[in-house]
């Protein structure tokens, strides 16, 4: 009886020695970063144009805002980079992203040059007016996408995104057949295996593709920069429901706190930029939806913080 208790007590004497040693806690990790964005779409059927578009987002209180590089690109035409660069600036604001339709992931080979071509080109845009990230949509597809080749695909992208100081954004819709949900854009960007990789997703689209929303919890802070906020209706079915069904974050059926307390959880800064394309939306003010959209992203955030 007398050994078994010493031998007990050796046992008890080696792991307070381990512990007290070598025993590292786990780091709960820093809760995110919460930024606030408008994406023009929003706003987009009242045609305010660019400089409104600037105003209105200042006005409204974001801190920054996403445009159409279309929209960009008609601008600078008419006036200069510089002087769009300025705008921005006076105002306050960050061009936190741009969304742009280059086909980069095309599968016929000289579609996909082009594309890449486009995209250097409206990088370096996007660089003279202060604007760090651009969309990258797999637009130029029909059939069924080779995601090991759309991985190599996008590694070469991300290479000319550094050389440029624009990075892309790996973008999926929700109701593209051929690239539609979020386990796809992950394929694509593991195989890409870099560590500039980031996912654009969206409330929408995760839905409206069949993803779900339980997929974030396997992202790190660091693959998501741009998180498209909106939310969706639950008396359409999911495979009709399109772009201009899409409602105020927290006025739908998504699961808001839970998407945003994974988001909360990944640590790192989160632009929450509130992307709408509902049509009697455009029939208001837009700088009262603009303010209506950021009070109630900034409320479900709140609930979660």
């Given at each position: 009886m007398t050994k078994r208790r010493d031998f007990i007590k050796t046992i008890g004497l080696s792991s307070a020695a381990i512990v007290g040693s070598s025993y590292i806690p786990r780091?709960?990790?820093?809760?995110?970063?919460?930024?606030y964005c408008l994406n023009t779409s929003t706003i987009r059927g009242q045609n305010p144009g660019l400089v409104k578009y600037i105003e209105i987002t200042a006005e409204a209180g974001y801190d920054g805002i996403e445009l159409w590089v279309e929209d960009i690109k008609n601008y600078i035409e008419s006036h200069s980079a510089a002087q769009?660069?300025?705008?921005?600036?006076?105002?306050?604001?960050?061009?936190?992203?741009?969304i742009g339709f280059a086909p980069w992931m095309a599968a016929d080979e000289e579609k996909s040059k082009a594309g890449f071509e486009q995209m250097g080109k409206e990088m370096d845009m996007l660089a003279s007016i202060g604007c760090k990230r651009v969309a990258a949509p797999a637009i130029g597809n029909e059939g069924p996408i080779d995601l090991m080749r759309a991985g190599q695909q996008y590694k070469k992208l991300i290479e000319l995104g550094r050389s440029k100081g624009v990075m892309p954004q790996l973008e999926f819709w929700g109701a593209f057949k051929?690239?539609?949900?979020?386990g796809q854009t992950m394929m694509v960007a593991a195989v890409a295996n870099d560590p500039d990789a980031k996912i654009l997703a969206d409330v929408y689209h995760l839905f409206r593709g069949g993803s779900g929303y339980e997929g974030l919890k396997l992202l790190s802070g660091n693959a998501?920069?741009?998180f498209h906020m909106n939310d969706y209706v639950?008396?359409?079915?999911?495979?009709?429901?399109?772009d201009k069904d899409r409602v105020y974050p927290g006025e739908g059926a998504a699961p808001m706190k839970q998407i945003l307390a994974d988001l909360n959880q990944m640590g790192g800064e989160k632009i929450l930029s509130l992307e709408l394309f509902n049509r009697s939306y455009w029939e208001k003010d837009p700088l009262e939806v603009a303010k209506t959209g950021l009070e109630k992203m900034k409320n479900l955030v709140a609930e979660i913080t």
């Open positions: 780091v709960r990790p820093q809760a995110a970063t919460f930024k769009l660069k300025k705008l921005i600036d006076d105002h306050g604001i960050q061009v936190e992203n741009a051929p690239f539609h949900h979020l998501i920069e741009i639950d008396h359409i079915p999911r495979e009709k429901q399109e």
